[in-house]
């Protein structure tokens, strides 16, 4: 299995609201990425978790909520957001090396808008 | 410090006609070097990476790459476009410097022209 996959595909809250996005992956893969990225720009980091620890945390605001309950899974609550947090949220997956070879295997993504 | 430059935000070529996607990038270090290919409304998909050894890199879908070190390049090939090759493609960077961090181009849009 090479997938990653995400749900839900669509979601559309207001800024009042609590969501969650999920995103599973089973290679075996020990770091999850996610990625926010906005239309006709490349994907923008948002968090790492290696070994289901928090890795890298690109100064995201902490209406952004990540959790890695285990080594499949990556999630990323969502609470009080607001409209220009509207955006493609990819999730990527890889292995952990010591060459640190980065090649990502990436979800289909959760297009989320915000009302 | 890595960064990635793509040359031109938008290339259009006619159906059978020659793709050529330019990338350059700065690295201290060997880099470690990826295409992607974004369809609208989906997740990236690799294309290709080089790492060591063969300078030039064959991919999915018909597409290679090659790494010039002395351009500090890498750009995408395929002989012949199809119209299902329409697409955003992102040339990437990562490396020993860069840890967890993949740095991205600022992407380009191919049209295809039937």
């Known amino acids: 299995d090479t997938e990653v996959t995400q749900t839900p595909k669509h979601l559309v809250m207001g800024m009042t609201n609590k969501k969650s996005l999920k995103c599973e992956q089973h290679?075996?893969?020990?770091?999850m990425y996610w990625y926010k990225q906005k239309a006709k720009k490349p994907p923008e980091l948002m968090f790492v978790?290696?070994?289901?620890?928090?890795?890298i945390n690109e100064s995201v605001p902490s209406r952004f909520s990540p959790e890695c309950p285990n080594s499949s899974l990556l999630n990323l609550h969502l609470h009080a957001l607001q409209p220009e947090d509207s955006a493609l949220y990819l999730c990527?997956?890889?292995?952990?090396?010591?060459?640190?070879?980065?090649?990502?295997?990436f979800g289909p993504g959760t297009r989320l808008t915000v009302l | 410090a890595q960064s990635v430059t793509q040359l031109g935000s938008h290339v259009s070529v006619s159906e059978g006609a020659l793709v050529l996607l330019r990338c350059n990038y700065s690295?201290?270090?060997?880099?470690?070097l990826f295409w992607y290919v974004q369809y609208p409304n989906q997740g990236l998909q690799l294309l290709l990476k080089?790492?060591?050894?063969?300078?030039l890199v064959k991919g999915i879908n018909g597409f290679e790459a090659e790494f010039k070190k002395s351009e500090t390049s890498f750009h995408l090939t395929k002989p012949s476009a199809h119209m299902s090759d329409a697409a955003e493609y992102f040339c990437?960077?990562?490396?020993?410097?860069?840890?967890?961090?993949?740095?991205f181009g600022a992407g380009t849009r191919l049209f295809v022209k039937a």
């Open positions: 990527a997956s890889s292995q952990v090396t010591s060459s640190t070879l980065n090649e990502q295997f």
């Open positions: 290679m075996g893969h020990r770091a």
């Open positions: 978790y290696s070994y289901e620890k928090l890795s």
């Open positions: 690295s201290s270090v060997p880099p470690y």
């Open positions: 080089y790492t060591t050894g063969a300078t």
């Open positions: 990437a960077v990562s490396g020993p410097t860069g840890g967890f961090k993949t740095i």
